[in-house]
């Protein structure tokens, strides 16, 4: 089955630091890659779709310049949480897909911000 | 009217019987139906991809899809407390670029 991770899966950071999270699809190319986030009992809420080469499309309400999405590769995108404040933390997840095919996620990075 | 509307639960089945979760989505021309299964604390896992009107089945998971009606259902037989999660539905919407829209879940207890 199609495999993607992230890293690292915890992180825990001081208030105004950045932070990157890595997704890499293992086992097959993904055209697109998305970035979710959840807050505890609540729904997922994709934050922005990336596509490798391109710049990436953010939803209503997503800061562009605060959550900065790199697609560079097929098989890797990152989001960094720049300046990260405590009402950031959260679980971030992103998942990869490969044409108009099945959505496969990753497992989830945990980010608190002290 | 929410794209991908889910019951939001808690639906609670006793062990052994069958648990059906149920979806509606707004946008007629939907091709891709998804049912994702999400342990508290853990990222979404694929459970059950549906395409055409029918029922899809695979071990204990039937999904069935009525595209008139809008409508999409995940039914787990022999429900067991490991299925004990929140499922999301999830339906390629044509009206926003084939993007991945979810439901807000329903969460599924299974009581022993």
């Known amino acids: 089955g199609a495999v993607v991770s992230q890293h690292p899966s915890w992180v825990i950071c001081k208030s105004g630091t950045s932070v990157k999270i890595e997704c890499r699809s293992l086992d097959f190319q993904a055209t697109t890659m998305f970035w979710y986030r959840q807050f505890p009992k609540q729904s997922l809420m994709l934050m922005a779709t990336?596509?490798?080469?391109?710049?990436?499309?953010?939803e209503q309400g997503v800061e562009k310049d605060k959550f900065l999405i790199n697609h560079a590769s097929l098989t890797l995108s990152t989001l960094t949480v720049t300046s990260a404040h405590p009402e950031d933390s959260s679980f971030y997840i992103c998942?990869?897909?490969?044409?108009?095919?099945?959505?496969?996620f990753g497992p989830g990075t945990r980010l608190t911000v002290l | 009217q929410k794209e991908v509307e889910q019951n939001s639960g808690p639906l609670s089945v006793p062990e052994g019987a069958i648990a059906s979760l149920n979806c509606t989505y707004s946008?007629?021309?939907?091709?891709?139906f998804f049912w994702y299964r999400q342990y508290s604390g853990k990222s979404p896992e694929l459970i059950m991809s549906?395409?055409?009107?029918g029922d899809k089945e695979d071990g204990r998971f039937t999904a069935q899809l009525n595209k008139a009606s809008q409508y999409v259902s995940l039914l787990i037989r022999d429900s067991q407390p490991s299925d004990s999660a929140t499922y999301l539905c999830?339906?390629?919407?044509?009206?926003?670029?084939?993007?991945?829209?979810f439901g807000s879940g329903t969460r599924l207890s299974i009581r022993p």
């Open positions: 999830a339906v390629t919407m044509y009206s926003s670029a084939s993007k991945i829209i």
């Open positions: 998942s990869a897909r490969a044409g108009d095919n099945e959505q496969f």
């Open positions: 990336s596509n490798e080469g391109s710049k990436a499309t953010y």
């Open positions: 946008d007629r021309v939907s091709q891709s």
């Open positions: 549906i395409y055409s009107n």
